[in-house]
């Protein structure tokens, strides 16, 4: 099974709103990643994992708030966005974080209002 | 800043040619990797190459690397309409592990 999971497909949320998105991987791996995806940009990095402990923090802001419950799950808790936020947001997970190629979940495509 | 940059930004072909990508970035790299993104659907992992590799295959993807001129090229031969995408390329630098840097993407259309 070489598949990313996540949920949901599409979140509408207002900006008072607390909200959270999922990632599933059962490959085994114990590299998991968060990005953040604008329309006709390349996806830019805002978290990763590493044997369930934050590893990387691109300086992202607190109102986003990452959770690496196990090795197979990832959460991404949202709280009091900005209406700039809106994106897509990927998840992915990697063999581990040396030079390995990632996989892909297919995406939550989140719009504050 | 993003490391790779990539020309050109579109591509719109006939099905059947051969499309051609390239992707250059600054520092010394460990791999180079190829993405491809369905509009508004995840990154698919396409192909990776080694700094010490300068050639690699697979099926219809041809990759090259020149480490001297800090390039890399994705050739798509014979295309098909379900080509049409966004392609990335992503640099893994020495230092980061699997930090990856994504380039600004070629969207490739191939028409039928």
């Known amino acids: 099974d070489t598949e990313v999971t996540q949920t949901p497909k599409h979140l509408v949320m207002g900006m008072t709103n607390k909200k959270s998105l999922k990632c599933e991987q059962h490959m085994g791996h114990r590299a998991m990643y968060w990005y953040k995806q604008k329309a006709k940009k390349p996806p830019e990095l805002m978290f990763v994992?590493?044997?369930?402990?934050?590893?990387i923090n691109e300086s992202v802001p607190s109102r986003f708030s990452p959770e690496c419950p196990n090795s197979s799950l990832l959460n991404l808790h949202l709280h009091a966005l900005q209406p700039e936020d809106s994106a897509l947001y990927l998840c992915?997970?990697?063999?581990?974080?040396?030079?390995?190629?990632?996989?892909f979940g297919p995406g939550t495509r989140l719009t504050v209002t | 800043s993003q490391q790779g940059e990539e020309d050109p930004q579109a591509l719109s072909i006939q099905e059947g040619e051969n499309a051609t990508m390239n992707c250059s970035y600054k520092t010394s790299i460990n791999n180079l990797q190829w993405y491809r993104q369905n509009s508004g659907r995840g990154l698919v992992h396409l192909i990776l190459?080694?700094?010490?590799?300068r050639e690699k295959h697979s099926g219809r993807l041809r990759v090259t690397l020149d480490t001297s001129k800090k390039s890399s090229s994705l050739l798509i031969t014979a295309s098909r309409a379900a080509d049409t995408a966004s392609y990335f390329c992503?640099?893994?630098?020495?230092?980061?592990?699997?930090?990856?840097?994504f380039g600004e993407g070629t969207q490739l259309t191939v028409n039928p």
């Open positions: 190459i080694r700094s010490n590799e």
């Open positions: 992503a640099t893994s630098q020495e230092t980061s592990g699997s930090r990856l840097t």
């Open positions: 992915a997970s990697s063999q581990d974080l040396w030079y390995r190629e990632q996989y």
């Open positions: 994992y590493s044997y369930e402990k934050l590893s």
